[in-house]
């Protein structure tokens, strides 16, 4: 039973961005539960605030500030009926301008980014010491600071409240940063270099999560095939090998992992792929663009070729593998040939789905340096006619699953009475007739059709 203490104060976070900034808001609210914190789904009802930010592209990073406007009514709201509201910059955003935001927006208390999580309750002690000072004397308690030590061994594990909440499936960070500098992106700069927790820290944060009910982890990372933690031996381990030991939690059903860079697609992993039935065949694998010219300008460090010899090798020992991609539209000097690269990649690979981008130049990245913009309305045109393309395939590859049967871990009932709905080994949303009973565990269901973005099935007798 979760307790509820009269004098408990109420927290509200709100996410922005990739699963590992879902991850990490978890962490923020169990590193906060032990000091009378509990979440509330209002904003307005609550005594803190928390904008866990994402700083990936422009648009990104202007809905802090947005928001910080909005959050600034509700604090006058709340202290005209003599209450009071804390204000917190989480994340991407915070890491890259923390100065900036203090300036810009004086209603925030605290500016800090990523790696200073573990060090939250005591930032947040300081921002209350500050509470009634007099406004002019107020300083934002700021903690941009990569610090040597290692942050996830200062944060409780994901644990089983959370678990409840999040039900059958849970995010599992496993590393995090990034070394390769592809030029357009600020995950090196926000997210610093690239850091693997330990194995036996994974195992045991992965058995908790089981022990709590969790049927499905997706361990995360920026570069989550480049993990190299280290074992208790010292040895260094790799996500392959990583792959087959999380196998042998009983009770842990499916494993996925994100995101990839084509260069960490090692033999280990593939070998893990032909032989762990857990780890499930849907691969996010981006390429970005099918343009070699592109892909150098990018600093992505492979060719197309190099690419597609990857994907054959994953086909070759899973040949089911599906395959999700993020692209970006308009990077600088990117001519209509370049596109059409693109384009002619995307047929080649045929994608499960993909997320595409319009290239926004963010500011420190070796790519904001350079000429050759492309002109908005060419990126609007190109967005476009590369969707058009990823929604066919998207639609053909559910088109290919009907009258398959696919196992299905069912999570929760459906949207009308006496449907339950779940996923797929390929993530594809899947709805059927069934009692709620069916909820927690995986079914074979036969795929008898498709809607918009889901299957639809039928429970077929075991
Ligand atoms: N502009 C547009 N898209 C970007 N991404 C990363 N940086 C940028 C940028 N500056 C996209 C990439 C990456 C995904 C997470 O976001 O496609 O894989
Ligand atoms: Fe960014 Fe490239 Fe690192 Fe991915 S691999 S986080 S796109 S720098």
Redesign the pocket.
Same mark, same amino acid.
């Given at each position: 039973m979760i307790e509820t203490r009269a004098n408990s104060k109420k927290l509200f976070i709100k996410t922005y961005g #990739?699963q590992m900034n879902v991850y990490d808001s978890d962490r923020m609210m169990d590193a906060l539960a032990p000091h009378g914190y509990e979440t509330t789904l209002d904003m307005a009802q609550a005594d803190l605030v928390l904008l866990n930010t994402c700083h990936? &592209?422009?648009k990104a990073s202007e809905k802090v500030f947005s928001e910080l406007g909005r959050l600034r009514e509700l604090q006058d709201e709340r202290r005209a009926l003599g209450g009071d509201m804390m204000i917190g910059v989480a994340g991407c955003v915070a890491q890259a301008e923390g100065e900036e935001i203090a300036r810009r927006a004086p209603v925030v208390d605290m500016v800090f980014g990523p790696q200073a999580y573990h060090r939250l309750p005591d930032m947040l002690a300081r921002a209350e010491a500050q509470r009634h000072l007099h406004p002019s004397l107020k300083r934002a308690v700021v903690d941009t600071d990569f610090p040597e030590e290692d942050k996830f061994e200062h944060l409780p594990a994901a644990k089983k409240e959370v678990t409840i909440k999040r039900g059958l499936t849970a995010f599992l960070t496993v590393q995090e940063g990034c070394d390769k500098f592809?030029s /357009? #992106?600020?995950?090196p700069y926000t997210r610093g270099a690239e850091v693997s927790r330990p194995v036996a820290q994974v195992i045991a944060e992965a058995r908790g999560l089981v022990e709590a009910g969790v049927k499905e982890i997706t361990l995360l990372g920026q570069n989550v095939n480049a993990y190299h933690g280290v074992d208790d031996k010292g040895r260094t381990v790799g996500l392959g090998a990583l792959a087959y030991l999380l196998a042998e939690i009983g009770g842990l059903e499916r494993l996925r992992y994100t =995101?990839s860079h084509p260069r960490d697609m090692d033999d280990a992993l593939m070998a893990a792929h032909r032989d762990l039935d857990i780890l499930m065949p849907y691969l996010h694998l981006?390429v970005?663009s099918g343009s070699d010219s592109i892909l150098k300008a990018m600093n992505r460090r492979h060719t197309a070729a190099e690419y597609l010899d990857v994907i054959e090798r994953i086909k070759t020992v899973r040949p089911d593998m599906a395959l999700s991609g993020? *692209?970006?539209v308009g *990077?600088p000097g990117e001519t209509d040939q370049d596109f059409e690269d693109t384009l002619k990649i995307i047929a080649d690979v045929g994608y499960a789905s993909a997320? %595409? /981008?319009?290239? %926004? =130049? &963010?500011p420190g990245?070796p790519?904001a340096t350079l000429g050759d913009q492309v002109a908005e309305e060419v990126k609007t045109e190109r967005l476009h006619r590369l969707q058009e393309l990823v929604n066919t395939q998207t639609t053909a590859f559910h088109q290919s699953c009907v009258g398959k049967t696919l196992p299905v871990l069912i999570e929760r009932p459906g949207r009308q009475a006496g449907q339950v709905g779940g996923r797929s080994p390929y993530l594809q949303a899947v709805h059927l007739e069934g009692s709620a009973e069916l909820i927690g565990a995986i079914h074979p269901v036969e795929i008898i059709g498709t809607s918009t973005n889901s299957l639809v099935g039928r429970l077929k007798a075991a």
């Amino acid at each position: 039973m979760i307790e509820t203490r009269a004098n408990s104060k109420k927290l509200f976070i709100k996410t922005y961005g #990739c699963q590992m900034n879902v991850y990490d808001s978890d962490r923020m609210m169990d590193a906060l539960a032990p000091h009378g914190y509990e979440t509330t789904l209002d904003m307005a009802q609550a005594d803190l605030v928390l904008l866990n930010t994402c700083h990936i &592209r422009e648009k990104a990073s202007e809905k802090v500030f947005s928001e910080l406007g909005r959050l600034r009514e509700l604090q006058d709201e709340r202290r005209a009926l003599g209450g009071d509201m804390m204000i917190g910059v989480a994340g991407c955003v915070a890491q890259a301008e923390g100065e900036e935001i203090a300036r810009r927006a004086p209603v925030v208390d605290m500016v800090f980014g990523p790696q200073a999580y573990h060090r939250l309750p005591d930032m947040l002690a300081r921002a209350e010491a500050q509470r009634h000072l007099h406004p002019s004397l107020k300083r934002a308690v700021v903690d941009t600071d990569f610090p040597e030590e290692d942050k996830f061994e200062h944060l409780p594990a994901a644990k089983k409240e959370v678990t409840i909440k999040r039900g059958l499936t849970a995010f599992l960070t496993v590393q995090e940063g990034c070394d390769k500098f592809c030029s /357009f #992106c600020v995950v090196p700069y926000t997210r610093g270099a690239e850091v693997s927790r330990p194995v036996a820290q994974v195992i045991a944060e992965a058995r908790g999560l089981v022990e709590a009910g969790v049927k499905e982890i997706t361990l995360l990372g920026q570069n989550v095939n480049a993990y190299h933690g280290v074992d208790d031996k010292g040895r260094t381990v790799g996500l392959g090998a990583l792959a087959y030991l999380l196998a042998e939690i009983g009770g842990l059903e499916r494993l996925r992992y994100t =995101t990839s860079h084509p260069r960490d697609m090692d033999d280990a992993l593939m070998a893990a792929h032909r032989d762990l039935d857990i780890l499930m065949p849907y691969l996010h694998l981006p390429v970005q663009s099918g343009s070699d010219s592109i892909l150098k300008a990018m600093n992505r460090r492979h060719t197309a070729a190099e690419y597609l010899d990857v994907i054959e090798r994953i086909k070759t020992v899973r040949p089911d593998m599906a395959l999700s991609g993020d *692209f970006i539209v308009g *990077f600088p000097g990117e001519t209509d040939q370049d596109f059409e690269d693109t384009l002619k990649i995307i047929a080649d690979v045929g994608y499960a789905s993909a997320y %595409s /981008f319009k290239y %926004s =130049t &963010r500011p420190g990245t070796p790519g904001a340096t350079l000429g050759d913009q492309v002109a908005e309305e060419v990126k609007t045109e190109r967005l476009h006619r590369l969707q058009e393309l990823v929604n066919t395939q998207t639609t053909a590859f559910h088109q290919s699953c009907v009258g398959k049967t696919l196992p299905v871990l069912i999570e929760r009932p459906g949207r009308q009475a006496g449907q339950v709905g779940g996923r797929s080994p390929y993530l594809q949303a899947v709805h059927l007739e069934g009692s709620a009973e069916l909820i927690g565990a995986i079914h074979p269901v036969e795929i008898i059709g498709t809607s918009t973005n889901s299957l639809v099935g039928r429970l077929k007798a075991a």
